[in-house]
């Protein structure tokens, strides 16, 4: 299995600022997922962050709004910028099983509020 | 569209009995199921994955694939209010994929002491 690190857990954020929440696996990983949640809807996956490579964003989520960065095998960032009470969430980073890849494990989510 | 439904419910059980959880995927070649339990507030935890040759037992759990149908279940004995939560269905759709998945919108459960 995987520990992961997810942070911060929570946040209220005004209209028009941005936040970053940070991901830490105790193992390394080549994929991280990057996943949103809206108020009673299912996971959205959002992008997925490679080490030394550009993310790859699914349709309807562009690298301006939510840049991420991946510095290394075991640690990645996604920032919420410009936000919007749209934006209101929770998000979720996720990695495969690092020994068989059979499975996605989670985070712990941060939820965000945007007033 | 590759798809995977649920009924949202609520799904009341009373305690101690059975709670029969579906869920429905569109791409017949799917390789990979998987059941994911969410308590509110939250981030999904994994209970059970099984592949396309066959069911999984894992104490009170159960998952079963009927392939013909393109359906699959989680069955939940001896129901317990710690079992309430929301029950996401997974479907990979790709052989060697098991990450790329298909998200159901979820069924909520409730476990009625």
């Known amino acids: 299995s995987a520990v992961i690190s997810q942070k911060p857990s929570r946040d209220i954020c005004q209209r028009g600022t941005s936040l970053t929440i940070q991901c830490q696996v105790d193992?390394?990983?080549?994929?991280m997922f990057w996943y949103r949640q809206q108020p009673g809807q299912s996971l959205t996956l959002i992008a997925t962050?490679?080490?030394?490579?550009?993310?790859?964003?699914e349709s309807g989520f562009v690298i301006d709004k939510f840049p991420i960065s991946r510095p290394n095998l075991t640690f990645s960032t996604l920032t919420v910028s410009n936000m919007s009470p749209e934006d209101s969430s929770i998000y979720l980073c996720?990695?495969?099983?690092?020994?068989?890849?059979?499975?996605?494990?989670f985070g712990s989510g941060t939820q965000l509020s945007v007033l | 569209q590759k798809e995977v439904e649920q009924n949202s419910g609520p799904l009341s059980v009373p305690e101690g009995a059975i709670a029969s959880l579906n869920c429905t995927y569109s791409?017949?070649?799917?390789?990979?199921f998987f059941w994911y339990r969410q308590y509110s507030g939250k981030s999904p935890e994994l209970i059970m994955f099984?592949?396309s040759n066959g069911d999984k037992e894992d104490g009170r759990f159960t998952a079963q694939l009927n392939k013909a149908s393109q359906y699959v279940s989680l069955l939940i004995r001896d129901s317990q209010p710690s079992d309430s939560a929301t029950y996401l269905c997974?479907?990979?759709?790709?052989?060697?994929?098991?990450?790329?998945?298909?998200w159901g919108a979820g069924t909520k459960l409730i476990i009625k002491p």
């Open positions: 099984i592949y």
């Open positions: 791409d017949r070649g799917s390789q990979s």
């Open positions: 962050a490679n080490q030394g490579s550009e993310a790859t964003y």
């Open positions: 997974a479907v990979a759709p790709f052989m060697d994929s098991n990450y790329q998945l298909i």
């Open positions: 996720s990695v495969p099983d690092p020994s068989t890849n059979e499975k996605l494990f």
């Open positions: 193992s390394q990983v080549t994929m």
